[in-house]
């Protein structure tokens, strides 16, 4: 019996743990065999694990054939865009509930929650209205602020909760060495919050690189294009080319790895422990 308990139990977890695994890879392993399979079937008559003539041919196409670089590049350009732009309002209107005594301040953060909980499809006609009364309709300007409006209230929301985390005494101690307020935040607040700034920087480039909708509404040039509009106008009624979207999945897949780990020797908490005495 305790053979068992000592042999049996982890043996179950093992199994367990690589059941899990398999399940949560195989997605990726499909997208990537219909990369490489010829045709645009995601599978074929044989169940096959892996096509038998691998090509390329599916890359090649959407590179050469399709504006896909165009299209990659106005998607690197609105999300960069759209996590900067971010960044900059999320960290100081933040701040500014963290810090800050108001008039309103409840209010605002109240406000701000119930505006989370409302889906973000619902203010697509007042911003296309917006962005048309401005001259902005149609584009990447205008689509880097309709993103960044969508994720600028959980953002903030998250930069003020790691900002409470930091103890004042460290902007007291700041403005006491004769800083102002926007040093004390630039050369004080910011470097302590480099975790909290790069999961936001992700989720703010995430919310522009996978979103649709807004896209497709907001964008008319072909020309101005993000990959997800692009690839959707690639079926029709008759055809839906797997291969070409597997194949382009693939490669869109490559921008957010290469930030994520650029991004995660930040991702990690504490930094503000012993900071201060007592």
């Known amino acids: 019996m305790k053979a068992l308990s000592r042999y049996g139990v982890p043996a179950l977890l093992y199994v367990y743990l690589t059941a899990m695994v398999i399940f949560a890879l195989f997605p990726a392993f499909f997208v990537v065999q219909a990369a490489f399979r010829p045709g645009q079937s995601l599978y074929s008559l044989t169940l096959s694990l892996w096509p038998d003539h691998p090509t390329?041919?599916?890359f090649i196409y959407i590179w050469t054939k399709k504006p896909f670089p165009l299209w990659l590049r106005n998607s690197v350009g609105v999300s960069v865009g759209t996590m900067l732009a971010g960044l900059v309002g999320s960290a100081t209107g933040a701040y500014a509930l963290s810090r800050f005594r108001f008039a309103g301040k409840r209010m605002t953060l109240i406000l701000l929650l119930a505006i989370q909980a409302f889906p973000s499809v619902l203010a697509l006609i007042?911003?296309?209205l917006i962005l048309k009364t401005v001259g902005l309709y149609g584009s990447p300007f205008g689509l880097i602020l309709a993103y960044m409006s969508i994720a600028l209230v959980f953002c903030t929301w998250n930069l003020k909760g790691y900002f409470d985390t930091i103890p004042r005494e460290l902007d007291e101690a700041a403005l006491i060495d004769g800083c102002t307020v926007t040093q004390a935040f630039w050369r004080i607040i910011l470097p302590l919050s480099l975790p909290a700034l790069a999961v936001t920087a992700l989720l703010m480039f995430l919310t522009a690189w996978n979103e649709w909708?807004?896209?497709?509404?907001?964008?008319?040039?072909?020309?101005?294009?993000?990959?997800p509009v692009g690839l959707w106008g690639l079926q029709n009624d008759y055809r839906v080319p797997w291969g070409y979207f597997a194949a382009a999945s693939l490669i869109v897949s490559v921008p957010v790895m290469a930030l994520f780990l650029g991004l995660q020797r930040?991702?990690?908490?504490?930094l503000t422990v012993g900071g201060v005495k007592g």
């Open 56 to 58: 390329l041919d599916n």
């Open 126 to 128: 007042p911003i296309y």
């Open 213 to 227: 909708v807004m896209a497709s509404v907001l964008l008319q040039d072909e020309n101005t294009y993000t990959v």
């Open 266 to 270: 930040y991702f990690r908490a504490g």
